[in-house]
Nanobody
Framework: QVQLVESGGGLVQAGGSLRLSCAAS????????MGWFRQAPGKEREFVGT????????YYADSVKGRFTISRDNAKNTVNLQMSSLKPEDTAVYYC?????????????????WGQGTQVTVSS
């Protein structure tokens, strides 16, 4: 069992940058693959990216590839999402999630624990 809390959301102009953090608590002695998802009003929850337990492997959705970077600091029990060159279509509630799966899932239903989400709004 793990508890996740996102922070760092806010309002930013198009072309700007924002850094989200996800703090983990609970069974932090156990490492999990982590994912970031986002959900805009009226739309399905969308995969953003995932990072392996060690941080050595990452995968990104095509829509954010080259603009977003996921990193983790296991000593601090945190996962970060660095967002650059933001676009209005990036506006959404962003969620971090953890999975007990052996692989790196890209589907939301394959993640086991979720944070509460943090709002990111990109203005034009």
């Amino acid at each position: 069992q793990v508890q996740l809390v996102e922070s760092g959301g806010g309002l930013v102009q198009a072309g700007g940058s924002l850094r989200l953090s996800c703090a983990a608590s609970g069974r932090t002695s156990t490492l999990y693959h982590m994912g970031w998802f986002r959900q805009a009003p009226g739309k399905e929850r969308e995969f953003v990216g995932t990072i392996s337990k060690s941080g050595a492997i990452t995968y990104y959705a095509d829509s954010v590839k080259g603009r977003f970077t996921i990193s983790r600091d296991n000593a601090k029990n945190t996962v970060n999402l660095q967002m650059s060159s933001l676009k209005p279509e990036d506006t959404a509630v962003y969620y971090c999630a953890a999975t007990a799966a052996a692989s790196l899932p890209i589907v939301a239903r394959n993640y086991d624990w979720w944070g509460q989400g943090t709002q990111v709004t990109v203005s034009s």
